[in-house]
C-alpha cells in the first residue's frame, strides 16, 4: 500500500494545500492532523466575529467530516504528534508509528505569552484559532469592559471589532505608535485616531505589571502607576512560528522552518508552509503568501518541482474605523518616505533613490488606490 502524503494542520494553510493537491492527485491517500477539531475556518474572520455577531459555529465553515469527504481524505482531530522521525519517512503519535511519503508541516504559529503576577491570569485570553475564539466569546458573555494587551495588527483589529460589538476597550502596549513594525507614524496616527473616535482608549508606553480579581472583575495595574478596571483581557502580543518539533527531528529552523523555494525543509521528503515557515530567509505571517505557497507546493507534491515566487504582497487590515492597506519594502530595502493627504486619508509612499516606489501605507479613502500603486512595486521574492 502507498505511504500517505501527510499534512499536520488544518488551518488555511493545511486545508488550502490539501484542496491544490487533490486538484492534480485524486488518487495518493492524503492524512490531515491536527491537535485542534478540525473545523474549517477562515483565521482572519476571528477578528471580525463580534461585529457580526457570529460565535464560533457561526465562523466555522465546514465541520472535518465534510471536509474529510470534499478532500477524500483521512482528518485525525484532537491528535498531537509526538515525534518525527526523517531518516525512516515517519512520525509520532504516543506509540503509533505513522508512514509518510511526503511529510508537510502546516501547523502554525503560536501565541507569544508573559507571566502576569496577581490572581487574574485565567482571564487573559490568547485568539489564534477556532476553539481560543469560542472560549473567549463563552468567558466575554454579558460582559462589558475589556483590556487588550498589545496594538499590532491584531489587537487593533481586535479593538475596532469588539468596540463594534458594543465593549469597551482599552489597549495596553509598550510602543510609542500602533502597529509599530509595520506601519509609519503618519499611518499608525490615522489608525490609532479613527479607533478613538470609535471609544477605544490607548495606553502606549507602560506594560502591564499586575492583574488581580477585584470583586466580579479585574484590576490592571501598568508599570506607570494606573490601574485600568476591566471583566476580561485578550492577548495579542504576537506569534512564534511553531519549530520545538522540527528541531527536535532534526529539521534546520531559524525564526521559522527553514525551507528553500520549493518549500523543501532541510530533510527532502519534508515540507512546510503557512505560519510556521521560513520560505527562502522570509517568514510573512498573512494570507496572500500562504495561498501562493499552497499552490506551488501542491505542483512540486505532484511530481512538477515549482518555486515559490512573491510578487507584491499588501496587507489589507480589518480596522474599517481607519481602512488600511500596507505594503512594506522588501527586506533589505531602504528608501525615503513622503506622506500626502490630512486627517483619516493618507497616501505614505516609500520611494528609492532611483524613485521607484518600494512601499506604501494607505489610510481612509486613500485605499482606493492600492491596485494602481501595486502595479508599481517590485516583487516581494522574484
Not at 245 to 264: C, F, I, K, P, S
Request: aromatic residues 4%; charged residues 20%.
Amino acid at each position: 500500500m502507498t505511504s500517505p502524503v501527510v499534512i499536520i494542520g488544518t488551518g488555511l494553510a493545511g486545508y488550502n494545500l490539501a484542496r491544490e493537491f487533490r486538484k492534480l492527485d485524486a488518487q495518493t491517500p492524503l492524512l490531515l492532523i491536527t491537535a485542534d477539531d478540525g473545523r474549517s475556518y477562515s483565521k482572519p474572520m476571528l477578528s471580525t466575529g463580534f461585529a457580526k455577531h457570529k460565535d464560533a459555529d457561526g465562523l466555522c465553515m465546514a465541520e472535518p467530516g465534510a471536509m474529510a469527504e470534499q478532500l477524500k481524505a483521512e482528518i485525525r482531530t484532537h491528535t498531537r504528534i509526538s515525534g518525527i522521525d526523517p531518516g525512516h519517512k515517519r512520525l509520532w503519535i504516543g506509540e503509533e508509528a505513522v508512514e509518510y511519503r511526503d511529510l508537510v508541516l502546516a501547523w502554525g504559529a503560536q501565541t507569544v505569552q508573559v507571566p502576569i503576577e496577581g490572581d487574574g491570569g485565567d482571564l487573559v485570553f490568547p485568539i489564534n484559532d477556532l476553539e481560543d475564539y469560542a472560549r473567549f466569546r463563552a468567558a466575554a458573555a454579558g460582559k462589558r469592559r475589556v483590556l487588550i494587551l498589545g496594538a499590532g495588527l491584531i489587537g487593533c483589529e481586535f479593538a475596532n471589532d469588539m468596540s463594534l460589538g458594543g465593549y469597551e476597550i482599552d489597549v495596553v502596549a509598550p510602543c510609542e505608535q500602533v502597529m509599530p513594525t509595520l506601519l509609519h507614524p503618519a499611518a499608525a496616527g490615522a489608525v490609532q485616531a479613527g479607533l478613538e473616535r470609535l471609544g477605544v482608549r490607548f495606553h502606549l508606553g507602560p506594560v502591564l505589571t499586575k492583574l488581580q480579581r477585584v470583586g466580579d472583575g479585574l484590576e490592571a495595574h501598568l508599570s506607570d502607576g494606573s490601574v485600568i478596571a476591566c471583566d476580561l483581557v485578550v492577548s495579542a502580543i504576537g506569534l512564534r512560528p511553531r519549530t520545538d518539533l522540527a528541531a527536535a527531528a532534526g529539521l534546520q529552523v531559524n525564526r521559522g522552518v527553514v525551507v528553500d523555494r520549493q518549500l523543501r525543509t532541510s530533510h527532502g521528503n519534508i515540507f512546510a508552509l503557512g505560519d510556521c515557515a521560513e520560505v527562502d530567509g522570509i517568514n510573512l505571517l498573512y494570507v496572500m503568501p500562504l495561498m501562493t505557497c499552497a499552490r506551488a507546493l501542491a505542483q512540486t507534491l505532484t511530481g512538477n518541482p515549482t518555486a515559490v515566487a512573491y510578487g507584491p504582497m499588501p496587507v489589507t487590515v480589518k480596522t474599517p474605523a481607519c481602512p488600511l492597506v500596507v505594503a512594506p519594502p522588501p527586506p533589505g530595502h531602504d528608501g525615503v518616505w513622503h506622506v500626502e493627504g490630512q486627517g483619516a486619508d493618507l497616501k505614505v509612499l516609500c520611494h528609492a533613490g532611483d524613485g521607484k516606489l518600494l512601499g506604501y501605507a494607505l489610510t481612509g479613502t486613500a485605499v482606493m488606490e492600492k491596485l494602481a500603486l501595486n502595479r508599481q512595486l517590485p516583487p516581494l521574492m522574484a
